[in-house]
């Protein structure tokens, strides 16, 4: 069993208002010195048995084409085995 | 023999109907197309309608560009048929990368609704070939993320190219990147746009019935273009 990780986040150059609102909500609900707030998403996978390189590749290009859009988001894949926890 | 203009249904659809009707008083033939059958029934062009397809889970568009339906329809795209997209169609076709850019949610965060005035920049494409140049319109506007983005290098491409077809007139309503509302391939044959054409056909249900000229436009593109 392998589980991954998948972060995706807005490229920085992206106007991000759900970030801004929550960075907003923060401020208002009483922390102090919030200098910004971006919101993401973030996916875990769990895959039966190994992962081996082939479907390593095919999930690295998914995380391209699925799970993140390139002309706005980036995206970060981290793999991890069952014992390890997220 | 009228032209055969296709509307995709995708689960969540909404706006399929309007599109179909708009077709049908524009003098084409609608043909219902399904999201999970890979024929697109010998169509001449096809529309994206908007709505929610797959719930606007993941990215709006993001599932329904992997529809067996869109395979068909990114290739024909690819060879010269005019598709057009509306609002989640348009986000649809920035997620296929038919069109440069993407739809991000609106900068003020609320869902808008209104009669939006537009004018109309790009009188070459098979959507927009029936306006004059300059014209002004007025159609529906309904998104929660409308807001047209894309990196500089890809925006002064597409003013420098007049691939910007219509443009946002007195309010930028979503904050989108130069007041774009819609934009076409460099090839003209498919356009994006986030207000909402086919909900301006009649005068008694919309603000004007300036939506047609896009589905006029198409006709006669397929007429100039008949057997090419």
Redesign the interface.
Known sequence: MARVIVDVM?KP???D??GR?VQGALGRLGLSGVADVRQGKKFVIELEGDLDDARRATLDELAGE??S?P??ENYTMMVLDDEAGV | MSARIGVVTFPGSLDDADAARAVTIAGGEAVSLWHGDDDVKNVDAVVLPGGFSYGDYLRCGAIARFAPVMGTIIDAAHRGMPVFGICNGFQILCETHLLPGALTRNDHLHFVCRDQKLRIENTASDWTRDFTPGQEIVIPLKNGEGGYVADEDTLDCLEGDGRVIARYLDVNPNGSRRDIAGITNERGNVVGLMPHPEHAVESLTGPSTDGLIFFASVLSSLMAGAGR
């Open positions: 807005l150059e992206i106007l208002p759900q609102a699925l799970l859009n002309v706005i």
